[in-house]
């Protein structure tokens, strides 16, 4: 069914991550690193900044998630 079809999507996924060199301690720690930029109010004073690390924030969760 369609529950079944997706976890083979995301085995895929995965695959295609880990075959991609992700490094997964690496992603961890700048997840991290820039979820703790995203609680510095200072941050939103630069929204197109801002915006960029939002964006790599959620690429690297989802990376992370996928794994």
Same mark, same amino acid.
């Given at each position: 069914g369609a529950e079944v079809e997706q976890q083979v999507d995301d085995i895929k996924q995965a695959l #295609? &991550? &880990?075959r991609g060199g992700f490094d997964y301690p690496a992603a961890v720690r /700048? &997840? *991290?690193e820039l979820n703790? &930029?995203? /609680? %510095?109010p200072s941050l939103?004073? *630069?929204p197109e900044h801002a915006q960029t690390v939002m964006r790599t924030r959620t690429r690297l969760e989802s990376g992370i %998630?996928? #794994?």
């Open positions: #295609v &991550l &880990l /700048e &997840l *991290d703790a &930029l995203a /609680e %510095n939103w004073s *630069d %998630n996928t #794994v």
